[in-house]
């Protein structure tokens, strides 16, 4: 039967997939410099028989092409990019690039597809179709790598019906997945404001127009956005992680430099809202005496997974795993580029459970001691394999 002879090949490539993780996480490349890793899947797709072709860059583009005579066109994606965080785990395939460390899980990722493209090309004589095998750069940094692979033509030639991809997510347990159909993560926008005011002796603050006053009104007054414009079916996050006063004691600044971010699931409100940002914020800084520049930076849209095609997965992936192996997700207001593919065709973005409490591997994504438990590579790239086989047959 097809799914216990991928069971077999997923374990005979086991060892490999977790060498080229290991390889990947000790040699992370920051968004858009994935020149060597980009080098590196080049290299074992040849090995693999493959053929590949170069986009945006240090992107990479594999092709399979079923023996048989009928199938659809399906792809699927991993993303390469590391983040600019100095590892602190105590292992052997610890980053040897300094401040730069795989914190996200995409050397997960990569070394995952490699492994789900070797069982789909040992049984390429089992299935009909074309499988797109996307290996993205730059999904950590605006404007998102995946914008920049659909605008050189990655979902042309042949179009992809569907298109999946994966997550690690330490939150859930090595051997399980999550899954969620419908609008799944937010949109992310950047926020950059310059309150500017009059500095001078804090003893003297009749003289002086204080930008730092003026900031903690507009912050306050900001989060009326989420509590009262937003609809309460909305979910809506406006969050500033950086305020920059940049005076003393008694020195009252001229400026205050704040950074934040607005994330949101519904198109319409995330422009509506950035409207009424500027306004509340330029206004009140008017109304003190001050000056005030917001800008927004648009980033990735909102994710949404295709509520057939993720219905048709989850079952699937209940046939491969078990069905208790399979769990239902809430909204998760992260964000992330493969948003850009599901606004084009129908995707599905699941979680693959890569923690292990018993041993300590729960640090959170995006943190200097993030880590895997490595058996979660036993499964994903089995089901990847057998998630694209099937979906391809419907």
């Not at 051997?175 to 926020?191: P, T």
């Not at 769990?327 to 292990?356: H, K, R």
Request: net charge negative; proline share 4%; glycine share 10%.
């Amino acid at each position: 039967m097809l799914k216990e002879e991928i069971r077999r090949l997923s374990d005979e490539w086991f060892a490999a997939v977790v060498r080229d993780r290991r390889h990947l996480h000790a040699h992370p490349e920051l968004s858009f410099r994935e020149y060597k890793t980009s080098e590196y899947v080049k290299s074992r797709l040849d090995e693999i028989g493959i053929p590949w072709k170069p986009m945006a860059d240090t992107g990479v583009v594999g092709i399979i092409k079923g023996e048989k005579t009928s199938g659809d066109v399906i792809a699927l994606r991993a993303d390469m990019d590391a983040l600019p965080i100095t590892e602190e785990n105590k292992v052997d395939y610890v980053s040897r690039n300094s401040g730069v460390m795989h914190a996200c899980g995409h050397d997960a990722h990569t070394a995952s597809l490699l492994g789900t493209a070797g069982i789909l090309q040992s049984l390429k004589s089992r299935f009909g179709g074309t499988i797109k095998l996307i290996f993205q750069p730059g999904e950590e940094r605006l404007p998102g790598g995946a914008s920049l692979m659909i605008r050189e033509g990655v979902l042309d030639n042949p179009r992809p019906a569907h298109i999946i991809a994966q997550h690690t997510m330490p939150a859930i347990e090595a051997g399980k997945i999550g899954i969620r159909a419908g609008k799944h993560m937010a949109s992310v926008d950047e926020l950059r404001m310059t309150v500017h005011g009059k500095g001078g002796h804090g003893a003297q603050p009749a003289e002086n127009i204080d930008p730092v006053l003026i900031s903690a009104y507009i912050l306050v007054a900001l989060q009326q956005i989420v509590s009262r414009a937003a609809q309460p079916t909305v979910p809506t996050v406006l969050s500033f992680g950086k305020v920059i006063a940049n005076g003393a004691t008694n020195v009252i600044p001229d400026k205050v430099f704040m950074e934040g971010t607005f994330r949101t699931l519904d198109e319409a409100w995330r422009t509506e809202a950035h409207a009424r940002m500027k306004k509340i914020a330029e206004g009140i800084a008017e109304s003190m005496g001050g000056r005030c520049e917001l800008d927004i930076l648009r980033g990735y849209p909102f994710l949404v997974n295709e509520p057939a095609l993720t219905k048709n997965l989850g079952v699937l992936a209940e046939e491969y795993l078990g069905k208790e192996n399979v769990v239902n997700l809430d909204i998760w207001m992260a964000a992330e580029d493969f948003a850009y593919y599901s606004q084009q065709i129908d995707a599905c973005f699941y979680l693959l459970g890569t923690g292990n409490k018993e041993r300590g591997i729960t640090s959170s994504l995006h943190t200097p001691t993030y880590d895997i438990d490595e058996k979660a590579l036993a499964q994903s790239t089995g089901l990847m394999a057998w998630l694209a086989i099937k979906q391809l047959g419907n």
